[in-house]
């Protein structure tokens, strides 16, 4: 299913897209309140058709029939609201479904980039706002919104039943005075935006600080961060005020505008009825009636400006949300097809929307099956070689491929499929711990997994786990060590069975016992695969194929690690400094 024209299509053109897909149970609200609100203002009419009736002398069907036709009036204004009411569960609450799923699904196709320039936690929010948005939209136009609209509209009908002249002078003012308004609250609804911004800015920054809890607690800075969320909050508070003031002054203008309207019609038809031109009972209808239009207007002109206050919250959660994806499949992409995995990058140049060039024609090619080891000082590129293979950006020249096909052309979902990653951050979900296991391969069978954590060095741990495998890993895996949350890390690229596995730092945060029995692990992950890893620690690569030494984005040595080390160069002094300062490590300890 298509998402609607997030950017461009503004809120409304937005919910109407999720209206039409339920567009039944809609009809059905839609019909059910039409027809209660015409029985409404039809049985104000029955009323007055009664006390002419009264007023005459009629005969006993005449008077039944005046008292029937009131009754069934009011039965059917109560009864199609519920009928309304019920087809309301229904379509209202799959909007909600629809949009929240549509906007994760949106949300998900997103780069990199946009998730480095937003805070996640405004990000979820905005996704909870969008929808509550939605529901609280679609309420207040059924109940409080459209109803008093109609019910002003139908009221003036009526009364062009009694006298024209008072029905056109009521079309005119009425009209004046909602443009009037509308005016006014278009005028509002930059405040109104700027009031969710804010909302979702705080939002987004307690989930950050919430999140970074015990960094906050290890410096100290608990007065420091109250200090900048007071400050946040009081810039949220007045852009709420500025808002609450401006629908304030809306509500004022019409309570005085509606006053002086009714009090007119209702001195007209009283000199109308002075001259004999209207009956009594014309009399009570145009009260009954001019109190409607009172009524229904004052409620009318107050849902409206919720209304333009959600409708600002909805569309500043769209525009956030629904920004263009910056990294697509093209039109012609095709699923990756795997023969080997051999990897090529072809005259790649690259630098980040931001910076100075990182790479610049650079030429690198992996044999399948082949496991090579990239290595350099910090900023040398290392990261962003695995960046452009993963296709979090393209390059601005060159060619990235696998197999021989350049990634820009394959779907993004079969590219995702051909690699396992074993970053340095490692994710864990707040689930159990064999549902993160699996997480790269849901269908994996348990063995398969167990399997998977037995290889990684991961059962002796688990086993001792409270729960074992059922145990919940806590939130970002806190209760874990760096050393386990990395072997579980490894464990899940197993599961994964995908041919390429890319590492980053992957053995970082192991001590050198596990790192020892880690090594032998990945050898086995390694098997049969290509594999590219970035290491720090040069001891890490020995049984690797190939090192690539890369500085300022450049190759300045290539080669298996025993040439390199025989070769005296960066490599080999890199990896003498390392030795030296382990031994010296273990002389001192
Ligand atoms: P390495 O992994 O070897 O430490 P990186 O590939 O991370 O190096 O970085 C290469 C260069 O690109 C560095 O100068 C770094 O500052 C810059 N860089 C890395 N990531 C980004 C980014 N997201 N936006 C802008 N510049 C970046």
């Not at 443009?179 to 006014?184: C, Q, R, S, T, V």
């Not at 399997?451 to 001792?464: D, K, P, V, Y």
Request: proline share 3%; charged share 20%; with cysteine.
């Amino acid at each position: 299913m298509g998402l609607p024209r997030y950017a461009s299509g503004g809120a409304a053109g937005f919910l109407l897209h999720y209206v039409l897909r339920r567009g039944v149970s809609h009809s059905i609200v839609a019909a059910s309140v039409l027809a209660a609100v015409m029985c409404a203002v039809g049985s104000q009419y029955a009323v007055k058709h009664l006390v002419d009736t009264l007023s005459g002398h009629p005969s006993s069907v005449e008077l039944w029939g005046a008292v029937g036709a009131l009754l069934g009036l009011v039965a059917g204004d109560n009864l199609l609201w519920r009928l309304a009411g019920w087809a309301s569960t229904y379509a209202f609450v799959a909007v909600g479904g629809d949009i929240r799923l549509d906007l994760f699904r949106h949300l998900s196709g997103h780069g990199t980039r946009y998730f480095v320039e937003q805070l996640p936690g405004a990000l979820a929010g905005r996704i909870t706002a969008a929808s509550t948005a939605a529901w609280t939209i679609e309420n207040a136009l059924t109940w409080t919104t459209v109803p008093p609209g109609l019910a002003v509209v139908f009221s003036i009908c009526v009364l062009g039943t009694i006298n024209w002249q008072l029905t056109l002078g009521l079309f005119v003012i009425v009209a004046l005075i909602g443009g009037i308004i509308a005016k006014l609250a278009a005028g509002g609804r930059h405040l109104h935006q700027a009031f969710a911004g804010y909302a979702a800015s705080v939002s987004g920054d307690l989930t950050d600080v919430v999140s970074n809890i015990s960094l906050v607690r290890a410096f100290g800075a608990f007065r420091r961060e109250q200090a900048r969320l007071k400050g946040k909050i009081a810039a949220e508070m007045e852009a709420q005020r500025a808002s609450l003031r401006s629908l304030e002054r809306l509500r004022l203008f019409h309570a005085l505008t509606v006053f002086a309207v009714t009090s007119g019609v209702l001195a007209w038809s009283v000199h109308l009825w002075r001259i004999g031109e209207i009956s009594t009972g014309d009399v009570v209808l145009t009260t009954t009636l001019g109190f409607t239009v009172l009524h229904a207007s004052r409620d009318l002109a107050m849902a409206l400006v919720d209304l333009v206050q959600q409708f600002a919250k909805l569309s500043e959660a769209v525009q956030v949300l629904g920004l263009p994806h910056e990294m697509h499949d093209q039109p012609d992409a095709k699923p990756l097809v795997l023969t080997g995995a051999a990897i090529e990058f072809r005259n790649v140049s690259f630098s980040y929307p931001s910076g100075q060039p990182v790479l610049k024609d650079f030429n690198l090619k992996v044999l399948p099956g082949q496991k090579i080891g990239l290595v350099g000082r910090s900023g040398a590129g290392k990261s962003t070689i695995l960046a452009l293979l993963q296709r979090l950006y393209d390059p601005s020249e060159g060619a990235v491929l696998i197999d021989g096909q350049d990634i820009r052309h394959v779907t993004l979902e079969s590219l995702g499929q051909s690699m396992a990653m074993v970053q340095q951050e490692i994710s864990l979900f707040h689930r159990s711990l064999l549902e993160n296991l699996r997480y790269g391969r849901p269908d994996a069978s348990d063995e398969d997994v167990l399997r998977a954590a037995e290889a990684a060095r991961c059962t002796e741990f688990i086993n001792r786990l409270p729960e074992g495998h059922d145990t919940i890993v806590g939130d970002r895996g806190m209760k874990l060590s760096g050393g386990q949350r990395q072997r579980l890390a490894i464990a899940r690229a197993f599961v994964r069975d995908a041919p390429i596995v890319l590492l980053d730092e992957a053995t970082s945060a192991l001590d050198t016992e596990s790192e020892q029995s880690i090594q032998e692990a990945l050898a086995r992950l390694f098997k049969g695969r290509t594999v590219i890893a970035i290491a720090h620690r040069l001891s890490t690569l020995d049984s690797f194929d190939r090192i690539v030494v890369l500085d300022r984005g450049r190759i300045v040595e290539d080669g298996s690690p025993a040439q390199l080390l025989r070769r005296k160069g960066v490599y080999s002094r890199m990896y003498s400094m390392q030795i030296n300062a382990a031994v010296e490590r273990a002389v001192a300890g």
